[in-house]
C-alpha cells in the first residue's frame, strides 16, 4: 500500500462546481503540502501545514482552500471550478525531524475542468 | 522572483551517460535536490546534496555542485531505458527555510533511445 494515498485519481468537473481532494498518510510525517503541476511549469506550492493546527499559503494559493482534519489528512478543496484549475495535483509529506526537507509524494490527482 | 532553471529535454542513446543541468537561485541553500518523476507517478527523490559538498556520487548517479556559479548537475552513467522520467532539480531558498518549503524547476524530461 502506498504511504502517501489521493484520492481521486482522476476526477472530470464542470465550471462552477465544488471539488474536493483528498490525501492520506501512514508515514507519520507532521508536514503535509498540496502542490500542482503544469506541464512546462513544474510544481507549484498550493498550501502546506505544519501540523492539524497549522496551516499556510503557498505561492499559488487564490482558488483554493484546505482543510487539515488530523495529523494523517489533509484536504485540498477548490469552491468554484475553472478550466485553468486543470492540472496534476500532489499530495507530499515531511518530518521536521528529519533535517534534509525530503518530500514524499503520492502518485497524484489528474482535475480535469471543463 | 525565485527561478530554478532547467533545460526541458534531455534525449540520449541506451549505454551513454547522460547530464543534466540547474541553476539555482540562492548561495546560502543549504540541501539541493534531484527528484525523478516516472510516467504516472508521484515524485521520488533521487539524491540530494549538502551545500558543503562538491561532489557526490551513489552507484551511477554522479551530483557535481559549483556553489559559486550556483550550478547543479547530475550525472547518470550508463543510461538504460528504465531511466526514460522527469528530473527535477529543488532547492531550499531562504524564504523557505525552517519550513522546508522547496522551489522546483521545471523538469527536464529525459528520454532514452535504445
Known amino acids: 500500500d502506498a504511504d502517501v494515498t489521493q484520492t481521486p485519481r482522476n476526477r472530470i468537473t464542470k465550471t462552477g462546481k465544488r471539488i474536493m481532494l483528498e490525501c492520506s498518510q501512514t508515514k507519520g510525517h507532521d508536514r503535509m503540502y498540496w502542490y500542482r503541476q503544469d506541464p512546462g511549469l513544474g510544481l507549484r506550492l498550493i498550501y502546506y501545514?505544519?501540523?492539524?493546527?497549522?496551516?499556510n499559503k503557498g505561492e499559488i494559493s487564490d482558488g483554493y482552500s484546505v482543510s487539515r482534519q488530523a495529523q494523517a489528512k489533509f484536504s485540498l478543496s477548490l469552491e468554484s471550478a475553472i478550466p485553468n484549475q486543470t492540472a496534476l495535483y500532489f499530495c507530499a509529506t515531511s518530518d521536521s525531524g528529519r533535517n534534509t526537507g525530503e518530500l514524499f509524494f503520492g502518485e497524484g490527482s489528474r482535475l480535469t475542468v471543463l | 522572483g525565485e527561478d530554478v532553471e532547467q533545460s526541458l529535454f534531455l534525449s540520449v542513446r541506451e549505454g551513454d551517460s547522460s547530464v543534466i543541468n540547474c541553476t539555482y537561485t540562492d548561495s546560502s541553500s543549504t540541501y539541493l535536490y534531484w527528484y525523478k518523476q516516472e510516467p504516472g507517478a508521484g515524485l521520488q527523490l533521487l539524491t540530494y546534496i549538502f551545500s558543503n559538498m562538491d561532489m557526490k556520487q551513489d552507484q551511477r548517479l554522479t551530483v557535481l555542485l559549483n556553489k559559486k556559479d550556483k550550478h547543479l548537475s547530475l550525472r547518470i552513467a550508463d543510461t538504460q531505458t528504465g531511466d526514460s522520467a522527469i528530473y527535477f532539480c529543488?532547492?531550499?531558498?531562504?524564504?523557505?527555510?525552517?519550513?522546508?518549503?522547496?522551489?522546483f524547476g521545471k523538469g527536464t524530461k529525459l528520454s532514452v533511445i535504445p
Open positions: 529543488a532547492e531550499i531558498p531562504p524564504s523557505g527555510a525552517g519550513s522546508y518549503q522547496l522551489t
Open positions: 501545514s505544519f501540523d492539524v493546527k497549522d496551516i
